[in-house]
């Protein structure tokens, strides 16, 4: 289960930079950004990740998600669109099909609350590894 991948090394990520941090027992939440293209299921991700945290600081955490929507931009004529799932990468505008995803494969850790609330100053903004 890919999920499984990406709870993992959320889980690792935090961890870490909770150790570095020295004096942080626990982790009160973790926010990240899935983009709608990113081959993530939210509510199988929440499941995996209850299961990752299991017997680490971050036991307990709420996991909280940022759904980002896919948008297209045509290269020939520049309109913009939502992609929408199933994804149209097709121009409305002019029938173009060379387009450039703006967003929706997002998939990064954007905050991490320690048990004392404060933001934790690492892993926000860093890409999850991508399973291989």
């Known amino acids: 289960m890919h999920e499984m991948s990406v709870a993992l090394a959320v889980v690792d990520q935090v961890a870490e930079a909770a150790t570095r941090a020295g004096d942080v027992t626990a982790v009160r939440s973790v926010r990240l950004q899935v983009g709608e293209l990113a081959g993530v299921v939210p509510d199988a991700l929440a499941?995996?990740?209850?299961?990752?945290?299991a017997g680490t600081?971050?036991?307990g955490a709420e996991l909280v998600t940022e759904a980002v929507p896919g948008r297209a931009r045509c290269t020939p004529c520049a309109h913009e669109w939502a992609v929408g799932m199933p994804p149209r990468l097709t121009c409305a505008e002019c029938g173009g099909t060379r387009t450039e995803l703006l967003t929706g494969r997002e998939l990064q850790i954007l905050d991490v609350h320690w048990e004392d609330g404060d933001p934790a100053?690492?892993?926000?903004?860093e890409p999850i590894p991508e399973e291989r």
């Open 47 to 53: 499941f995996c990740f209850e299961l990752a945290c």
């Open 121 to 125: 100053p690492t892993p926000a903004h």
């Open 57 to 59: 600081p971050l036991e």
